[in-house]
């Protein structure tokens, strides 16, 4: 009850303060005065009072009501937490200008689509397929960038995926990027699926001193791992190994693997050489992240100004009532002839 | 006298008409359904300049406390995206270097709150990509992008070009004038303030000195007064012998500079005086889109309604004092 009672809030609540107005009644009444020679001469009566009493109150209800109604009450919406199917995905994105290239290497041309347009395509299809997935997404190219904070609405994330196949800045820093996507979960309750989905076309070596502090935030977060590698055609593979020396620094993607592999968290390397490659990895991560996810559901705030309106009619009705009822004592003629059915009239009472 | 006569007196009763005038407008106000009628949103792509000059604290924060030019001009564009009616939509991006980046593409400002609100709070001047600030490029950039998107253009910017412009000037715009339509926000003081400078982990650790950076840019042909400078030489010297001193160092906002490019691109320039006020100006400037909105009529007929019964109480306490009312009696 109390609880019911705090969400009630106004649009306006400084009109609240003309409330005292609605006192007016109790010295006042719209009826008509009527002259008599001595009141004490009538005999108290107990009909005339309650009449008397409901007018007032009637006044009273009519101009409080509308103040209310003109405050603009409301019972505030409520955020309910449910649980769905979905899972908590920060999206870090690739933006480096290779990813503008074909899987071919080139610049796209006639049908031929970018790996961005494609990853635009895919997963704009991917956000929004369930309702109760929370999406973040950052992009990552010299620098870190916030572009989205985890949110449910799937418009938001789509606007943000719509702009990945702009034209790209320059290098991969990808030991960044990860710290940011990492930031991006935030605290939620633990038994949350979460879901870290990595889409670049390239690695970079991550700086040893980073790779500790990685190491911290993925043993703390526990969070499934995806990296969605849209390899361009003949350029080195995840799980090739060079010719040469087998450092970061030669084969960083393979050593990238390796160190999302040394994670101990749920780790899927997808390597994709094309749309339908990326389509199908996409559609195994869906399948993969199905766990509980505790979701708000937003109640809508809840307009009161409606029953303010009616207990104002509620009240105007019974003045219109009595004004209309209303018989003037004078002009009827014989009051000395009939009191007792003058006594009832309205009329009198508001003398 | 039968209660039929009887109604038909109270009927013209003053005070009755009131109260049933009243009643007429209480029950209207029951039955009104918010009536449906078109407002005026924008659409916008709010681009801003998150170079090294932007963290220069010009600008006085809650309390007094400094505040830099890239928060303040965050706040004001979360209180321009809270102003903006329902249904406006609004694009994300950040300059640096010498062009946009597109964090978003539109998004509708009610329902996308949250996103955007978040977003604009995690602008950093870290996550710049490079370190130059040649603005009339980024400017003409966001235009192109602008029109792309089919949004209008609010670009924040303190419009000091680092490396600074050559003697003979930008960069010419080469687009249609007006194609765009929007605001050039200028941030920062007009006093010369330092410029804050950070060490590779992001930390600060002072301010620019006037040898660190570029202060005059040396590329191209010389300035037309190079031969009256000491030491003046047209192959060995073209700039004079002096090393190039100047203010690059510090930073002041450039508004001649950037009312220059507003009249050049067809834009309203408009100065950022704190972390509010950004909407009249962007109304001003911005194309009107056609957004549904809503008017609920019962406010109106609810204060009428007030008004009248009021009156009916009223109007017998006024006639005591003898302040004359409807009736004369």
Not at chain 1, 127 to 139: I, K, P, Y
Not at chain 2, 62 to 77: F, I
Request: net charge positive; hydrophobic share 45%; glycine share 10%.
């Amino acid at each position: 009850m109390i609880g019911a009672l705090a969400r009630l809030s106004a649009d306006r609540p400084a009109l609240l303060l003309l409330l005292p107005l609605a006192l007016l009644p109790l010295l006042t009444s719209a009826q008509r005065r009527v002259p008599v020679a001595a009141i004490a001469a009538a005999p108290a009566d107990g009909p005339s009072r309650a009449i008397g009493a409901i007018l007032r109150t009637a006044g009273i209800v009519a101009i409080a009501g509308l103040i209310l109604a003109l405050a603009g009450p409301y019972r505030r919406g409520e955020t309910l937490t449910r649980t769905g199917i979905g899972a908590q995905v920060s999206i870090l994105i690739d933006r480096s200008g290779s990813m503008n290239e074909t899987f071919a290497g080139r610049q796209p041309s006639g049908v031929e689509e970018s790996k961005a347009a494609a990853a635009r395509r895919l997963l704009a299809a991917f956000v929004g397929s369930r309702a109760h997935d929370q999406f973040a997404v950052t992009a990552f190219s010299t620098a870190p960038m916030l572009v989205v904070p985890m949110t449910d609405r799937h418009d938001a994330v789509r606007a943000a995926i719509a702009a990945i196949d702009r034209p790209g800045l320059d290098y991969t820093n990808i030991a960044r990027g990860l710290a940011m996507g990492l930031s991006q979960f935030g605290p939620a309750s633990p038994a949350t699926s979460r879901a870290l989905l990595l889409v670049s076309d390239g690695a970079a070596v991550i700086d040893p001193r980073v790779q500790d502090t990685l190491r911290a935030a993925f043993a703390r977060l526990r969070p499934n791992l995806y990296w969605l590698f849209l390899r361009t055609k003949g350029s080195p593979s995840i799980s090739d190994k060079p010719a040469g020396e087998d450092t970061p620094q030669a084969a960083p993607e393979r050593h990238l693997d390796l160190f999302f592999k040394s994670l101990r968290v749920p780790y899927r390397a997808f390597e994709a050489e094309g749309a339908e490659a990326v389509a199908e990895a996409i559609a195994q991560i869906d399948r993969l992240e199905r766990d509980p996810i505790p979701y708000t559901e937003q109640r809508p705030r809840r307009d009161l100004a409606g029953f303010a309106y009616a207990l104002s009619l509620a009240g105007l009705v019974i003045l219109v009532a009595a004004k209309l009822g209303e018989a003037d004592l004078r002009r009827t003629g014989a009051p000395a002839a009939r009191p007792r059915a003058d006594a009832s009239d309205p009329a009198r009472l508001a003398a | 006298m039968t209660p039929g006569a009887l109604i038909a007196r109270n009927l013209s009763d003053g005070r009755l008409r009131l109260l049933a005038g009243a009643l007429g407008l209480v029950a209207l106000a029951l039955v009104a359904r918010p009536l449906a009628l078109t407002r005026d949103g924008v659409a916008i792509l709010a681009i801003v300049d998150i170079t090294g000059s932007m963290n220069v604290r010009d600008y006085a924060g809650a309390g007094g406390v400094p505040a830099s030019r890239l928060d303040t001009a965050k706040a004001a564009l979360r209180d321009l995206v809270a102003g903006l009616p329902c249904g406006s939509r609004v694009a994300l991006g950040l300059f640096t270097e010498r062009r946009p980046f597109l964090l978003f593409a539109p998004i509708e400002t009610c329902s996308g709150f949250a996103p955007i609100d978040g977003a604009l709070a995690a602008i950093d001047w870290r996550m710049a990509w490079e370190g130059d600030s040649r603005i009339s490029a980024g400017l003409f950039r966001s235009l192109a992008l602008a029109e792309e998107l089919g949004t209008d253009l609010v670009f924040v910017s303190d419009g000091q070009e680092a490396p600074p412009l050559p003697s003979r000037g930008g960069p010419a715009f080469e687009g249609r004038p007006g194609a765009v339509r929007g605001l050039i926000v200028g941030a920062g003081a007009p006093g010369l303030s330092p410029i804050p400078r950070h060490d590779d982990r992001g930390r600060e650790t002072g301010f620019y000195g006037a040898g660190d950076v570029q202060q005059e840019n040396r590329f191209g042909p010389p300035p037309a007064d190079a031969e009256h400078r000491e030491g003046y030489n047209p192959r060995n010297a073209p700039f004079g012998a002096a090393a190039a001193s100047g203010t690059e160092h510090l930073s002041s906002v450039r508004e001649a500079y950037l009312r220059t490019l507003a009249a050049e691109t067809g834009l309203t320039y408009a100065h950022l005086d704190g972390p509010t006020g950004l909407g009249a100006a962007l109304t001003a400037a911005a194309t009107p889109r056609p957004v549904p909105g809503r008017f609920d009529p019962r406010p109106a007929l609810g204060a009428a309604a007030l008004l009248l019964v009021l009156a009916s109480f009223l109007a017998p306490l006024l006639r005591a004092r003898g302040i004359p009312t409807w009736k004369k009696v």
